[in-house]
């Protein structure tokens, strides 16, 4: 059953912080690799500190900061798809809305990232891309309670 409670400003404010983590994104993929290189640049910085976490975590096979950063990126971004979408129709329909919608928008991220110097289309991101999204969409629906 959707959110019949949810009063107008709130879908508003749900579905602009859907527009504005996509622009997030956007913007993060428009980034060449040097930017992610620099330690006084927030991109840097931001991949040194995740680099550091996966030093922490000893994950045999995980050695990209770029794979959790496009996790984490999805995974807040299913999240908040799920939440705006919730505002119009049941959970179930919205969580799976969500992971389909933030599947489609790492394809195009992973296509626009063709025409950025120093970055690749990757399909291992996309299904990374895919998989936080599911993962943002199921822990949305799971606090829902709250």
Not at 80 to 106: I, Q, T
């Amino acid at each position: 059953m959707p959110s019949t409670s949810a009063s107008k400003r709130f879908t508003s404010i749900s579905w602009v912080l859907v527009a504005a983590w996509a622009c997030f994104i956007f913007f993060a993929s428009a980034h060449t690799a040097d930017n992610f290189e620099n330690p006084t640049d927030w991109l840097g910085q931001l991949k040194q500190w995740l680099d550091g976490v996966l030093a922490q975590w000893n994950i045999p096979g995980l050695k990209e900061s770029s794979s959790l950063g496009h996790f984490v990126e999805f995974s807040v971004f299913g999240a908040l798809l799920a939440n705006a979408f919730h505002c119009h129709m049941d959970w179930r329909k919205a969580c799976v809305l969500a992971v389909v919608c933030a599947s489609a928008y790492g394809a195009t991220d992973e296509f626009h990232q063709l025409f950025v110097p120093g970055r690749a289309c990757d399909p291992v991101d996309w299904v990374v891309d895919t998989c936080g999204g599911a993962l943002g969409a199921t822990l949305r629906w799971l606090a829902r309670r709250r």
